[in-house]
Antibody
């Protein structure tokens, strides 16, 4: 069974950093791009960006709202994708989801909650 | 950015009746590879989104056949032929043709 499990969410103060993990199992992680989404409380879904597979040299793309502050990385040997978030802002408060795939992501994790507040 | 406009915002439906959700994009979703990357997701309260359709009309495994996806270019529709209680929640269309990926604002389906 394919699984994606996010972790690392926390309550942090504005300006601080946080790293989220997306631990996967049940498929060949290295064959797939990983996309991150988020959903602010009571709001709709927002694309955060993606990291491609090594076949595509792990290329990344970021939403304008997080570019320069967030970084995607991946550890194919461990089957884990990471989202490093720096200079967090109150508007980054959301449930963060990782998903498998790029243009039509098929499976999503349950999400991890990030709250940015002083 | 491609703007995805869903309607209606809220859709109260009687059990057993059909439901239609519209999704319109501000530009064509036909990619240079010829594929239209339009997806539909369903999100129940407290749960993560579940994909229902990809590339407009390809139904995901386990999705009941009372659901159908159709459309082309900039105009797309999700149809539920006979709404059941488990169909409540918010439905989102998402385009993956152009970066950044964008979503419609969501349509909340509830039972009358």
């Amino acid at each position: 069974e394919v699984q994606l499990v996010e972790s690392g969410g926390d309550l942090v103060q504005p300006g601080r950093s946080l790293r989220l993990s997306c631990t996967t199992s049940g498929y060949t992680f290295g064959d797939y791009a990983m996309t991150w989404f988020r959903q602010a409380p009571g709001k709709g879904l927002e694309w955060v960006g993606f990291i491609r597979s090594k076949t595509y040299v792990g290329a990344t793309e970021y939403a304008a709202s997080v570019k320069g502050r967030f970084i995607f990385t991946r550890d194919d040997s461990a089957g884990v994708a990471y989202l490093q978030m720096t200079d967090l802002k109150t508007e980054d408060t959301a449930v963060y989801y990782c998903s498998r795939g790029l243009r039509f992501p098929d499976l999503w994790g349950r999400g991890t909650v990030v709250t940015v507040s002083s | 950015d491609v703007v995805m406009t869903q309607s209606p915002l809220s859709l109260p439906v009687t059990l057993g009746q059909p439901a239609y959700i519209s999704c319109r994009s501000s530009q064509s979703l036909v990619h240079s590879d010829g594929i239209t990357y339009l997806n539909w997701f369903h999100q129940r309260p407290g749960q993560s989104p579940r994909r229902l359709f990809y590339q407009v009309s390809n139904r995901d495994s386990g999705v009941p056949d009372r659901f159908s996806g159709s459309g082309s270019g900039t105009d797309f529709t999700l149809k539920i032929s006979r709404v059941e209680a488990e169909d409540v929640g918010v439905y989102y269309c998402m385009q993956g043709t152009h970066w950044p990926v964008t979503f419609g604002g969501g349509t909340k389906v509830e039972i009358k």
